[in-house]
């Protein structure tokens, strides 16, 4: 029976899925004997590791150190988000590893899908790596669609750890932002952190800034106020591609030495249900269509829908946009292909019915037909895959 050593701090609901997912895995393919470990491992814990003789590790290493102390062990190793250390994968380890500038990427076209025009960034409490490129990808995926955004910067070493100093400050940095500004963060605690500052600074949220934020912890996201937007990274299915590395490890099979973690979305709540415009009418008919942009449905449903004419529908729409309300709705639904295209694996027939395309060919005809390429040129270039050692 393979035994093995797991190390994943629990205090994050990502990393306890992450665990779950990791012992579901063992259950249906197992069995598999765990030494479970949730918080920092001193000489000694590392010591009690080499004496259980393990088969194989999964570690979130959450530092250099402690990366280097598993690799000396020498066994089969699954790593999760290596630190900024590890580049190269040594000889019989793997790495799995989140696109961090992705995350961000996904937050840009989640906005810019819902019609934002003006965005802001919080970083988190502590500078990091993890936080910069999430920022940096959001950043430049607004750039390409020639949007700029406002940076709440560094957290000055009087107000780090403390949160209670800093909200002041926080404060009324959220108060100068524009109307209706689409504010993207990089945790749910730091969310958290936002969404108590525009209490304070009587911030209507969504209404004059809609906030997303990361991680999708579903208790912390739910009881604040109000309930959070958030991406998820998908822990359960991340356990049980780790597990399904290490068992490959275990019984010598070939496996690519980085693998990227795939599939996370937005999980909508209240703190973005907004739609990004000025009239409450055009308002209450985009926020139909973007809830309803797999269904193939005709303007008329949507105004009976709504209880809006479509005259109303299509001046407003003329107004706002400078353009149709059916051009705005291909618009979206392109905007929502795209993001598919670039953030996942499906195939390309079943985003064209997710996003309300009548067909895999319709919706490749309209992509080149917008952006003169096919769907292809959107999918994400492969990881380079280093080999792995003897």
Known sequence: MPRVFVTIPTANLTHRKILEGILNYARAKGPWQFHLNTGDIDSQGMKRVENWKCS????????????????????PTVFINPPDEGNVPPPGCVFVRRDDRNLGRIAAEYFISGG??????????????????????????????????????????GENPDAAIEV?????????LPPQTALFTVKDTRGQQILSACLDASIRVPEDLAVLSTDDDEVLCDTVSPPLSSISLDGENTGKLCAGILDKLLHRKKVESV?????????????????AVDDPLLARALRYARNHLEDPFRIGQLANETGISVRTIELKARKQFGHTFREEIFQLRLAKAI?????????????????????????????????????????PKPTRHLPLGP
Request: aromatic share 8%.
């Open 56 to 75: 194989g590790i999964i570690a979130l290493a959450s530092s250099n150190a402690l990366l280097r102390q598993l690799v000396r062990l020498r066994k």
């Open 168 to 176: 002041p400050r926080l404060a009324k940095w959220l108060k100068a």
């Open 259 to 275: 693998v990227d973690i795939v599939n996370p979305r937005v999980i909508t709540r209240r703190s973005t249900d907004v739609t």
């Open 339 to 379: 993001s598919l295209l670039s953030n996942t694996d499906l195939p390309a027939a079943d985003i064209a019915v997710m996003c309300g395309f009548c067909s895999g060919s319709h919706l490749s005809r309209s992509v080149k037909d917008a952006f003169g390429h096919p769907p292809s040129i959107f999918r």
């Open 116 to 157: 934002f025009k003006s965005f802001a960034f919080v970083g988190s409490s502590r500078q990091s790596t993890w936080s910069n490129d999430r920022r940096d990808g959001f950043t430049a995926r607004l750039a390409q669609d020639g949007f700029t955004c406002i940076d709440y910067g560094s957290v000055t070493s």
